[in-house]
């Protein structure tokens, strides 16, 4: 069973870029179909999909998120990672990585993140 972890800095301050890390367990990230993808819920808020890279390392950008969200893999390690520039208080929010397959859909657990100075 495909396993999921986040890891990054809990807290950033405004106009900083954000950098967080999903470490893939149970299979690897160019298994043939998967989508890996990163999708935050903000205080109060709904989820929120940001963008995904496919096992072929095709990317996929979210429109609302473009400009600001960068995302990458390191086959090698069997993560795919975050970066989301010029932050403000309104990106607070829990990050979770996930991994989609078909009829499979798997979730890390989240970490949160908050933007204060």
């Known amino acids: 069973q495909v396993q999921l972890q986040e890891s990054g800095p809990g807290l950033v301050k405004p106009s900083q870029t954000l950098s967080l890390t999903c470490t893939v367990s149970g299979g690897s990230i160019t298994t043939n179909y998967y989508y890996w993808s990163w999708i935050r819920q903000a205080p109060g808020k709904g989820l929120e999909w940001m963008g995904a890279?496919?096992?072929?390392?095709?990317?996929y950008d979210s429109p609302s998120l473009k400009s600001r969200t960068s995302i990458s893999r390191d086959t090698a390690k069997n993560q795919f990672t975050l970066q989301l520039s010029s932050v403000t208080p309104e990106d607070t929010a829990v990050y979770y990585c996930?991994?989609?397959?078909?009829?499979?859909?798997?979730w890390g657990q989240g970490t949160q993140v908050t933007v204060s100075s």
């Open positions: 890279i496919a096992y072929s390392g095709s990317l």
């Open positions: 996930n991994a989609k397959e078909g009829i499979y859909d798997y």
